[in-house]
């Protein structure tokens, strides 16, 4: 009788090892850390428009000169026209700015505007900074692109 | 005893056997991602170059082939393109800076895939591959040459075959010996004298002498390596075999590579380079004149005639974009210069724009140290990688030339 017990315990024995084992490893494993809010469309700083921004052919493509459109509307849900728009941006983990200067280069009414001249030219957290002017008052807001 | 003995003994197999599987594989899926997007059957096929309309006619590049090895292409008849850019050498020289009718203080660079950059020069100075092609051909150090000499050499030497490519070569017949607005003071003297109609005649034929080089340089482009070899298996889940498998230090490497040592950020895609401008605190030449980079050549791409938006451009503005939205100021420029690829690199000694490191030692060694730059700001921090991790990425880089 006495040897079975023994066996018994030392199945338990080493099944209770492998289990603290398998734990650790898995505990050891590097866990996901959250990203940047990588929505497409949010509310400006202060609220004053809502901004939406897509590449303007669906897809995102490295290392190609691109255009994209940010699309503004208002709180009340007007299509914000006649917007003087800025754009600024870089790597925030790179401590590098955009490598071209992208430009608002058309108004394609609906409160589209096209976006030219952006290029991601390496993966890793792009952002897209746009300074907006329009008759309700002037706001900014922030893009985040992951690649 | 005997069975507790073989119990335990099955129980620790298993346990080895289920730590196993949930050890390291060679490379996780993000890892084996980035390696098939360096492999060089991800390039897609070369571009149309509509800015010119000759860069697919196989007359225009027979025609730029001839005058790339020419050394009547230069003042004193003894420099041609392929001074400095070697075709037994990947079309470079293997010296610190390039030696034509003078010393230059810039690296010659090598053309594999060429056609493929946005922009030209280690600085990006010229926007098009023809309208590099026409600056060192009066570059007082590189080919000396001035544009009038070269038309009236164009009608002399291949007249007819110029004609049959370009159309009716205009007359030159009351166009100077020796002009051009960038020459020596005579050259300009003789270059003013010159009506606007003339100039122009001059400058088109010129831009047509770029156009054809270009139609050549298009057909240099990258080989498959070793490296190619092996992120295809790695890729489909074939078992890489003969030297398409790498050595542990060469996977150490390659890990390094598009990991810890951030080499990928800006070495990226299946040529190895993002095609943009970097400072990476390189330190100057004592004996060079002062070199900005990329600073200065804003400034001259945008006063270049032969420029993307010039006249001498084929088809429509929207090929300009590059130019349009460039990065013309700002203190990410200063002493930025463009990431060269790695290809063949192993093979090409010395290192950076002006020669700087003799061995690419030398090189991983500055990037893991990561020195501040004398102007600007490197945008490389230190890595601090151990004598193994330097040597194995030097071992994974010599997989880009096998």
Wanted: hydrophobic share 40%; proline share 6%; aromatic share 8%.
């Amino acid at each position: 009788m006495a040897s079975i017990w023994r066996y018994i315990l030392a199945g338990l024995g080493l099944a209770v090892l492998l289990v603290g084992i398998v734990a650790a490893v898995y505990l050891m494993l590097p866990q996901p850390t959250p990203g940047p809010d990588i929505s497409r469309s949010k509310s400006t700083a202060n609220r004053l428009f809502e901004a939406s921004f897509e590449p303007e052919r669906g897809v995102i493509r490295q290392g190609e000169l691109q255009s994209w459109l940010l699309t503004l509307k208002t709180a009340a849900g007007a299509p914000v026209e006649g917007a003087a728009i800025t754009v600024s941006g870089g790597m925030p983990q790179h401590d590098h700015g955009l490598p071209t200067s992208p430009q608002a280069t058309d108004y394609l009414g609906d409160g589209r505007y096209r976006i030219d001249g952006i290029k991601f030219t390496m993966s890793g957290w792009w952002q897209l900074r746009f300074g907006i002017s329009a008759a309700a008052g002037s706001d900014s807001v922030v893009f985040n692109i992951v690649l | 005893m005997r069975r507790l003995t073989s119990v335990a003994c099955l129980l620790a197999l298993a346990a080895l056997a289920l730590l196993g599987g949930c050890g390291e594989p060679q490379f996780s899926d993000a890892e084996k991602k980035t390696i098939a997007s360096l492999a060089l059957n991800t390039l897609p096929s070369l571009k149309a170059d509509t800015t010119n309309q000759y860069a697919d006619m196989p007359a225009a590049a027979a025609l730029g082939s001839t005058l790339f090895f020419d050394a009547g292409m230069s003042r004193d008849g003894t420099v041609s393109c392929s001074t400095c850019h070697k075709i037994e050498r990947q079309f470079q020289d293997d010296l610190p800076q390039a030696v034509g009718v003078g010393h230059t203080n810039r690296r010659t660079m090598p053309l594999a895939g060429v056609a493929r950059n946005p922009w030209f020069f280690w600085d990006g100075r010229r926007d098009s591959l023809w309208a590099q092609a026409l600056t060192p051909l009066e570059n007082p150090l590189e080919q000396a040459g001035n544009r009038a000499a070269f038309a009236h050499y164009m009608q002399k030497r291949f007249g007819e075959r110029y004609e049959r490519i370009f159309g009716p070569l205009p007359d030159l017949s009351n166009v100077p010996a020796n002009a051009s607005p960038l020459g020596s003071d005579a050259e300009k003297a003789a270059w003013n004298s010159m009506s606007a109609a003339q100039q122009d005649d001059v400058n088109l034929v010129y831009a047509n002498i770029g156009k054809a080089i270009a139609a050549f340089e298009r057909s240099i482009e990258p080989q498959q390596t070793r490296f190619d070899r092996f992120a295809i298996d790695l890729a489909t889940g074939a078992k890489p075999e003969a030297d398409a498998a790498f050595s542990a230090e060469e996977i150490l490497g390659l890990k390094l590579f598009i990991g810890k040592a951030n080499c990928v950020t800006c070495h990226n895609g299946p040529r190895f380079t993002d095609n943009a401008f970097h400072n990476t605190g390189v330190p100057p030449v004592d004996e060079l004149p002062l070199d900005r980079g990329r600073v200065d050549a804003v400034t001259q791409v945008q006063a270049d005639p032969f420029n993307c938006l010039g006249k001498f451009r084929d088809g429509d503005e929207s090929a300009c974009r590059e130019l349009r939205f460039m990065v013309k100021d700002g203190p990410q420029i200063a002493r930025a210069y463009k990431t060269p690829s790695l290809r063949g690199a192993a093979d090409r000694p010395p290192y950076m724009h002006a020669g700087q490191f003799e061995t690419l030692d030398e090189v991983v060694a500055h990037y893991s140290k990561a020195p501040l730059a004398v102007e600007g700001v490197s945008e490389v921090h230190p890595l601090d990688l151990s004598e193994r991790e330097r040597a194995a990425l030097v071992a994974f880089l010599r997989t880009l030339s096998d």
